[in-house]
């Protein structure tokens, strides 16, 4: 018989009975340790009579399913436990009935895999975030405008976005180096950030160039979110206690049913441009 208490992993043992029940037969005192669960108070139990609802039905499930298909069963989840939230790879092996061949009793291993998760969510991160300013990249905006026009097709809901292109943004790193071009590169994604709402997301999307993804759903509500960004951005941007001579044109456009990606981008680029060509000729 495995001694299961005495184990040097964490790993459990559940009694099958003859109607299907399942219950706690033993803990590993590792198992103990790592969950805070306590084998005095699941021995003889089940599932949903000594862990958390959501728990319960996540691990049954998986027990169940060993126990059914009388076969071992892999896989990984993420529980909230006493000692904290972590991520398992747990195997289950059925143990059979010599007498009748039926499964009565599953031994359960676990590995906290929580480190690896954390590892892989963190290059996952990485993969959307631009490393100069903290901000999304192309890539997450790209993945972010599919998502919205996805919910505004569904709901009727509009939205918007707003493009910003630094202006004289050459000439700061030919005149000043680019320590200078990263620190307003960094600025402008700072009050960008600064001028939305919490849930509204903000991209750099190319060397100069950035977006944002607004809740903003009127033409209105547009202008005044375009209103309070120019606002922040009238402020000037210095790098080593030097004032330079940058600015920022913008380009808004408002989603409209049927409209792609590409549509809503190249109307709000056609603003932008817009908007360059006029501060050009008033210069």
């Not at 599932?47 to 059914?68: F, G, M, S």
């Not at 009793?105 to 676990?110: D, E, P, S, V, Y």
Request: charged share 30%; glycine share 8%.
């Amino acid at each position: 018989m495995l001694d299961v208490e005495n184990l040097g992993v964490p790993g459990f043992m559940l009694d099958v009975s003859r109607d299907g029940v399942i219950r706690f037969s033993a803990l590993s005192r590792v198992h103990e340790r790592l969950t805070g669960l306590r084998a005095a108070e699941m021995v003889g139990k089940t599932p949903a009579e000594c862990l958390p609802p959501p728990v319960a039905e996540l691990v049954e499930a998986q027990y169940r399913r060993c126990a059914e298909s009388a076969e071992l069963h892999e896989y990984e989840e993420e529980l909230e436990l006493p000692s904290g939230v972590f991520w398992w790879r747990t195997s289950l092996l059925p143990i059979f009935d010599e007498s009748d061949g039926r499964v009565r009793a599953i031994f359960g291993l676990g590995i906290d895999i929580t480190a690896r998760k954390l590892a892989e969510q963190e290059l996952r991160s990485a993969a959307y975030i631009d490393v100069l300013t903290g901000v999304a990249n192309r890539r997450r905006f790209e993945r972010d405008l599919g998502h919205a026009i996805a919910i505004a097709t569904e709901t009727g809901r509009s939205f918007s976005i707003i493009l910003a292109d630094v202006d004289r943004f050459k000439t700061v790193n030919d005149s000043h180096g680019h320590a200078a071009g990263d620190a307003v590169l960094r600025e402008v994604a700072s009050r960008l950030k600064g001028g939305i709402r919490a849930f509204d997301k903000v991209a750099r999307i190319g060397g100069d160039e950035f977006v944002a993804i607004l809740s903003a759903s009127t033409e209105s509500a547009v202008s005044a979110a375009l209103g309070r960004i120019r606002k922040r951005m009238r402020n000037p941007f210095r790098a080593a206690d030097i004032d330079l001579d940058v600015g920022v044109s913008f380009g808004a456009a408002l989603w409209v049913p049927g409209m792609t990606a590409l549509d809503l981008t190249k109307a709000a680029d056609l603003k932008m441009y817009r908007e360059k060509k006029r501060l050009s000729d008033a210069a």
